[in-house]
């Protein structure tokens, strides 16, 4: 009942989060349009990807919640990823598009009314802090979440840069912070951008969870009846469910038997965080024993 509660809170707190960055987004355009700031205007696409990541993330979470069918066995939860992938990869295009904006100002600087840019800032600072707040306790729950959490978390520095830089240009003329606070602003964008791009890559790739394949073949084969254990595949369906399939040799025993060593791979493997085992039980049956099967 707890979970349920927390989960609609959750999305709850989303929705309204995304209408806030969203009226954000349209004021920091015209705010970085009238201004000329260029670091308000990369905060605006920021804002907008905040935007687009909240509802990515939404849709994705709804999605997700759907039951399995004879269509999708596993579920939807690789909704979830697909939108990881494509919140992350859009991080990374935007920080790259305003590196080279920033390349631009540093070369043609333009003059930039302090006074509407300092307003439009503060305004998105207190927006964006609001947002984060609002998500900072349920950022654990799933890679999507996460992701969409990260978005505003790095937005809230980004509004806290622009805020000093329109400080810094308005008391000291310094021109040149305004594509500076752009080039931190991308720097970090792309590295929390590239994070979440790996780890969705890993998915979408089945690329193996983090498991010590050795230790797991030592605890399967140390169960009673057991010969060797090998022809592991790993893989995750989402961010928290990993499932693991295996080839066992026994002697050649009744099904009772055979069940219980199925039951004991099974509660074994749950402490490396396995969520669902399929094994394959065989007798003299491979000729490689190895945890990888090349062939």
């Not at 300092?118 to 654990?140: M, T």
Request: with cysteine.
């Amino acid at each position: 009942m707890g979970h349920h509660h927390s989960h609609g809170a959750m999305k709850s707190r989303m929705v309204f989060s995304i209408i806030l960055n969203f009226v954000i987004t349209i004021a920091e355009v015209i705010g970085g349009i009238l201004s000329g700031s260029l670091a308000l205007l990369s905060d605006s696409l920021h804002n907008f990807s905040d935007a687009m990541s909240l509802l990515a993330s939404y849709i994705a979470i709804r999605i997700g919640e759907r039951e399995k069918n004879e269509k999708y066995t596993f579920g939807y939860k690789r909704a979830e990823i697909l939108v990881a992938f494509v919140n992350s990869a859009v991080l990374v295009g935007v920080a790259l598009f305003l590196l080279v904006e920033a390349y631009k100002r540093f070369r043609d600087p333009n003059p930039i009314d302090t006074g509407l840019m300092l307003v439009v800032a503060v305004i998105g600072l207190l927006a964006n802090l609001l947002s984060v707040l609002l998500l900072h306790e349920h950022a654990h729950e799933s890679i999507n979440v996460r992701s969409a959490y990260l978005h505003l978390v790095s937005d809230t520095l980004s509004s806290v840069a622009v805020v000093a830089g329109g400080l810094a240009i308005r008391y000291y003329d310094l021109v040149w912070i305004d594509p500076l606070v752009t080039v931190f602003i991308s720097l970090y964008i792309l590295r929390e951008g590239y994070e979440i791009l790996k780890e969705s890559v890993e998915v979408l790739m089945e690329a193996s969870p983090e498991l010590d394949f050795d230790a797991i073949k030592a605890e399967i084969e140390s169960i009673p009846g057991v010969k060797n254990a090998h022809h592991f595949h790993a893989w995750r369906i989402g961010e928290k469910e990993i499932h693991f399939e295996c080839h066992v040799e026994v002697n050649d025993m009744p099904v009772s038997e055979a069940q219980r060593i199925i039951d004991e791979v099974e509660e074994r493997l749950r402490k490396y965080g396995v969520t669902h085992v399929t094994v394959q039980l065989e007798v003299n049956r491979c000729g490689d024993d190895g945890v990888i099967c090349r062939s």
